[in-house]
């Protein structure tokens, strides 16, 4: 009865084990942080601003209505 139990225990240590070392393996997700950028509204027209608005830009448009200026470094 005895090595039943040691068996057992084993059985469920091992699961245990594995079951931990599958959970360490699956792939994880980035985690992504964002911030609101700063925008400027130009009449009809919404501008916004990926970097520092003072320094050297590259605007793009992105829709009838909204320009995304980044910095040109």
Same mark, same amino acid.
């Given at each position: 009865m005895k090595k039943l139990l040691k068996l057992g225990a084993v059985l @469920?240590?091992?699961?245990? %084990? *594995?079951?931990?070392?599958?959970?360490?393996?699956?792939?994880?997700?980035? @985690?992504?942080?964002?911030? %609101? *950028?700063?925008?400027v509204e130009m009449g009809a027209v919404l501008v916004c601003f990926d970097g520092q608005p003072e320094a050297e830009v590259r605007c793009k448009n992105l829709g009838d209505s909204t320009i995304l200026c980044t910095n040109s470094n």
């Open positions: @469920v240590l091992a699961v245990v %084990a *594995l079951g931990v070392l599958a959970g360490w393996g699956w792939e994880r997700k980035p @985690v992504v942080t964002s911030r %609101a *950028l700063p925008c």
